[in-house]
C-alpha cells in the first residue's frame, strides 16, 4: 500500500488511475508521494516517508530540489503537458497588447445602458484602435516546450520570428519550424523585436535575464510578455520604462505588487496552465510517472535523477539505489551482492549531475542483511526493495 498527499488540487483525470494500492492521506509526514502544481514545498522538510514528488506541471521552483535530492526524493515533472494552454495565452497576450480589446470591452460595459450605443460605439472606437502583429518581429527566449510552439504559431502568424536558446535540445530543434532565425546573442533579440516573450525556467542563471541593460536596448513600445515566472524580468527597470514611455506594455501571468496597476501592464492571475486539456495531461502524466516509480523503480521526467526503467522486474527480486555520482560505486554493489551470494540477472546504472541511480533485478530473494550492506555503503541516499 503506497500512500499519496495532494498540495493542490490534481485533476481526476491522473487520481482516477490510483489502484487500490494507494491511499490519499492528509498528513504529509504519512506520505510516501506528493503530487503539487505551485503549491510552496521549501519549508516542507519534515517528510521521513518521502519518496516522490511529482509536479503536475513544467516549473519547479516551488520544490527544494537540492534538499529533496541529498534526501533521496526522486521530483518528477511533466514535460510538454501544459505547454499548448500557455501558448494559446501568449498569443491572447500579444493580441491585447496590440488592440485595446480591453479598453474598448470595458468601454461597452460602462455604455450598455445607452439606448444609443451603436451609434456612440462609432464615435469612441478611435480611443481603442491598435496595431497589428503580422510582419512584426518577436523574439522567443528560450525554446523549450512552450517556445517552440509559441515561435511555430507565431510564424503561422506571419510574424519573423527570432529564437533564443543556447540550450536547445535535439527534440526542439526538430520540432522547431525553419523559418525561426536561431540568434546566438540575447541583446539581438532586445534591439530587434517588436515582441520579446521569456519561456526559460527560473534558476539563479535566469534570474533577470530581462534586465535594465536589456531593456535599455529595446525598441520603443516594445512589448514583454512574461508568461514564465516572476523574477525573470528586472521589475524596476520595467516599471521605470513604462513610466517613461520607452515599453508599450508588460504582458505578464505573474503580477506582483511592484507591477500589479502598473499603466501599461496588462496581467492574469497565472492562468497559463489553468485549463481543462492541461489540467487533465499534466495530471496523468504526473501520476503514471510516479505509479511507475513506486511500483517499479523506473524513472521517467526526473528534474533530480536519471531516466532509468527496466520494465516490470520478471525475476525474483528487484532493488533500486539512489546514490551520489561518485567512482567505484558499482563495483562495491556487485561486491555487496557477490558477497550475499546473490546472482544479478540485469541492471542499469543512469547519472544526472551530482546523482545517479541503479536497479538491479536479480534471481533470489533480497534479506535485510544485504539491504543493510548496501545500505552502509559511503554515497548511497536510498536503498529500496521493490520486489
Ligand atoms: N504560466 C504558466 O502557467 C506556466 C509557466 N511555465 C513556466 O515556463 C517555463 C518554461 O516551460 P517549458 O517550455 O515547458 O520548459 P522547458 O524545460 O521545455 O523549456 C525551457 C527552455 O529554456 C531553455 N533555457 C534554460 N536556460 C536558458 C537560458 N539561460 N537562456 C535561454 N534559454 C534557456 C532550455 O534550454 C529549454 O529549452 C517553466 O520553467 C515555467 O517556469 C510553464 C508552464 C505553465
Ligand atoms: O507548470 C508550470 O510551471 C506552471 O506554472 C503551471 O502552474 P499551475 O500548475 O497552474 O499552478
Redesign the pocket.
Known sequence: MFQYKCLNPISACGTSLFTEEYKQVEELQEADAVLVRSAAMHDMQDVPNLLAVARA?????NIPIADYSDKGIVVFNT??A??N??KE?VIAGMLLASRDLIGGNKWVEENKEDPNITKAMEKAKKAFAGREIQNKKIGV????????LVANAAHNLNMEVYG??????VK?AWNLSRAVHHVSS?DEIFENCDFITI?????D??KN?ISAEGIAKMKKDAVILN???NGLVDEDALVAALENGKLAHYVT??PTPKVAGVDGVIAFP?????TEE?EDNCAEMAVEQLMDYLENGNITNSVNYPNTQLGVCQTQGRISILHRNIPNMLTRFTGAFAKDNINITEMSNKTKGDYAYAIFDVDSQITEGSVQHITDIEGVLKVRVIK
Open positions: 506541471g513544467a516549473g519547479v521552483n514535460p510538454g501544459n505547454a494552454g500557455v495565452m527566449i528560450g525554446l523549450g516546450a512552450i517556445g517552440v533564443y536558446d543556447p540550450f536547445l535540445s526542439s540575447i519561456h526559460v525556467p527560473l534558476l542563471s535566469t535575464m508568461f514564465a515566472r501571468d505573474f497565472h492562468l497559463g496552465a489553468s492541461s
